[in-house]
């Protein structure tokens, strides 16, 4: 029998079994995320925004023929969802994709997805990262653009949340 208290540790997808108590929260969440294609989580640090990601919705979405891709903003953010991708399938990570257009990457990838995998949500986890480490507005656009080109192209199945401790939640006006 596994101990459920995991104390100050985000709870993982494979604790699955383990985190309850949050089901509302989760199922309200889920609906969010199949509302709209862009869905916000934001929340006090420690509140569990990532344990409701990982162990209260991941496994849904799956079932549900969602991929959750987990991206963090903390280093160049587009090439993270790249490499979220495609890091355990390509090995060496190959040039040609710094240079390949968000948009066009995830259209070449959603061209390829299963029968059971009806479209991808790009999840970013602690995107106060990207605030804190990409201070500067000059360094912050092409991102924006990239992110806004692919949340408007309704031919991408394609959504995305972005999860966000409370105190940045205001930064998002960008």
Same mark, same amino acid.
């Given at each position: 029998? @596994?101990? $459920?208290?995991?104390?100050?540790?985000?709870? #993982?997808? @494979?604790?699955?079994?383990?985190?309850?108590?949050?089901? +509302?929260?989760?199922?309200?969440?889920?609906?969010?995320?199949?509302? #709209?294609?862009?869905?916000?989580?934001?929340? *006090?640090?420690?509140?569990?925004?990532?344990?409701?990601? *990982?162990?209260?919705?991941?496994?849904?979405?799956?079932? *549900?023929?969602?991929? $959750?891709?987990?991206?963090?903003? /903390?280093?160049?953010?587009? *090439?993270?969802?790249?490499?979220?991708?495609?890091?355990? &399938?390509?090995?060496?990570?190959?040039?040609? =994709?710094?240079?390949?257009?968000?948009?066009?990457?995830?259209?070449?990838?959603?061209?390829? =997805?299963?029968?059971?995998?009806?479209?991808?949500?790009?999840? %970013? #986890?602690?995107?106060?990262?990207?605030?804190?480490?990409? $201070?500067?507005?000059?360094?912050?656009?092409? %991102?924006? @653009?990239?992110?806004?080109?692919? /949340?408007?192209?309704? &031919?991408?199945?394609?959504?995305?949340?972005?999860?966000?401790? +409370?105190?940045?939640?205001?930064?998002?006006? #960008?």
């Amino acid at each position: 029998h @596994q101990n $459920p208290y995991k104390f100050l540790y985000a709870y #993982d997808v @494979q604790d699955k079994d383990i985190y309850f108590g949050r089901e +509302k929260a989760s199922a309200k969440l889920i609906q969010s995320i199949q509302k #709209d294609r862009l869905t916000i989580l934001h929340a *006090n640090s420690g509140a569990g925004k990532t344990s409701i990601i *990982n162990a209260g919705i991941s496994f849904e979405l799956i079932q *549900n023929g969602q991929l $959750p891709i987990y991206a963090r903003a /903390y280093r160049d953010p587009l *090439n993270s969802i790249k490499q979220a991708i495609c890091s355990h &399938m390509l090995g060496p990570w190959p040039d040609i =994709l710094d240079d390949l257009g968000l948009q066009e990457f995830l259209g070449l990838v959603c061209a390829h =997805l299963s029968r059971k995998t009806k479209e991808i949500i790009i999840i %970013f #986890d602690q995107f106060e990262e990207y605030y804190i480490f990409w $201070p500067d507005k000059n360094y912050r656009e092409p %991102f924006l @653009q990239e992110v806004s080109s692919c /949340y408007f192209d309704e &031919m991408l199945p394609l959504r995305f949340l972005i999860s966000i401790r +409370k105190d940045y939640y205001s930064d998002l006006a #960008d």
